[in-house]
């Protein structure tokens, strides 16, 4: 008799025709609803990772799914010789909601990578008067993407070592405000980072360090641009996360839950920055199609008219007193904020944690050996975040057993 689950068999298809650049699924994922997901052998999960901060409305949302079948009927792709409605719409949206206004100015792309990209080629473009700033500063551990220019800005040798020689320029720094006064200087053309470390574990910068960040820029003319990639689009209980601190970058870069899953991604400049393009420098076949734009304006549209934005601080907490009051041997702290949550931990469990979840029906995220991520649809509810953390302590104490068998 042939127990070959449907898993197995697309396991083995996977291994056979995609690049081993990637790594083999946990999972093989055939459908999903609001914040659940289910594989192909029917088995239901509760889905707290939302593609790495990119579902924000969770799955099959009605309002994605109109927009799409809508804007495909219509128009899904004119390259960037032409203007559409919802590009158009797109931008001054992004441009309220930054708070970038009159001066702002937007570019798309189609990706976090290579909105990063177009940032890395904005710094290179703040020449100073003398055309001495050559360098650009980024932080050690933080990620900013995975294509040369953007591995370049990304503080992490184990991924570079491969790809050497990098792009010469970026000098990574540790993040103190004592190593980033030693680092800059007039030759400096721009300092970029993540406000919260999300592949590093979702790690809070220093207090103080944003705001250090803006003096220190701006006393050397350098360009502050910020990765919002992962913290933006209301996940942290603002539209962006910069928000929080009262610091004006000069620009952001944004993707994973602006369009809810559709690939699109965005820089914005602010003030001076916006002045830098011009004609031709860069472009994007298919930055800022219709149908991208399109599905990014009811995305957002439906996060703000449901005040889900707000409602990221709310939930956010409800989910950190709960690890809290789980009250596991295996917690350190937890950091983040809003609906972006790293769980810091005493032992690197963290895959066995992940995997244990993964079993009774949960999906959390270890990037690293000693952290969990935790970063659920802004959907979520009150109830599922309640079985989150029923799951959660499960897992916990099911590695935490298996570590006192081991050492006994």
């Known amino acids: 008799m042939n127990t070959e689950t449907q898993t197995e068999t697309w396991n083995d298809r996977f291994g056979a025709s995609l690049m081993r650049s990637l790594t083999p699924p946990k999972v093989m994922l055939e459908r999903g609803q609001g914040c659940r997901v289910w594989d192909v052998d029917g088995k239901e999960y509760l889905d707290f990772l939302a593609g790495i901060a990119v579902n924000s409305l969770g799955h099959a949302h009605p309002v994605l799914v109109e927009a799409i079948a809508d804007q495909a009927a219509k128009l899904v792709h004119v390259s960037n010789y032409f203007a559409t409605p919802p590009q158009l719409e797109l931008a001054e949206r992004l441009k309220r909601i930054t708070g970038a206004g009159d001066a702002g100015r937007v570019y798309f792309g189609n990706s976090g990578a290579e909105a990063n990209e177009a940032a890395f080629k904005l710094a290179r473009l703040n020449k100073g008067a003398d055309g001495r700033k050559t360098r650009i500063l980024a932080l050690k551990q933080g990620f900013h993407g995975r294509t040369m220019g953007a591995l370049a800005l990304t503080g992490k040798p184990a991924l570079q070592e491969d790809f050497l020689p990098m792009i010469p320029g970026v000098d990574h720094v540790d993040t103190t405000i004592e190593a980033l006064e030693h680092a800059i200087d007039d030759t400096v053309a721009a300092l970029i980072l993540e406000p919260i470390k999300g592949e590093a574990g979702v790690v809070d910068l220093p207090d103080g360090f944003l705001a250090a960040a803006r003096r220190l820029t701006e006393e ?25 601190l009262g610091v004006v970058p000069d620009a952001i870069t944004i993707a994973k839950g602006i369009a809810g899953g559709f690939p699109i991604g965005a820089l914005v400049t602010f003030g001076r920055a916006s002045e830098l393009f011009s004609a031709g420098q860069h472009g994007s076949t298919f930055g800022g199609n219709p149908l991208g734009t399109r599905v990014a304006n009811a995305v957002l549209g439906e996060i703000e008219d449901a005040g889900l934005v707000d409602a990221a601080l709310v939930k956010g907490e409800r989910i950190r007193a709960g690890i809290a009051a789980i009250a596991s041997p295996l917690v350190e702290e937890i950091r983040g904020r809003g609906l972006l949550i790293g769980v810091g931990l005493h032992r690197p469990v963290a895959a066995a944690i992940s995997a244990a979840a993964l079993e009774r029906g949960l999906i959390v995220n270890a990037p690293n050996e000693a952290s969990l991520r935790i970063a659920p649809p802004l959907i979520v509810s009150d109830a599922e975040i309640d079985e989150f953390l029923s799951i959660l302590a499960q897992s916990m104490a099911a590695v935490e057993g298996a570590d006192q068998e081991t050492s006994a």
């Open 220 to 244: 050397h003319g350098a360009l502050l641009i910020l990765d919002e990639i992962q913290t933006g689009v209301g996940r942290t209980g603002s539209w962006f996360a910069f928000q929080h």
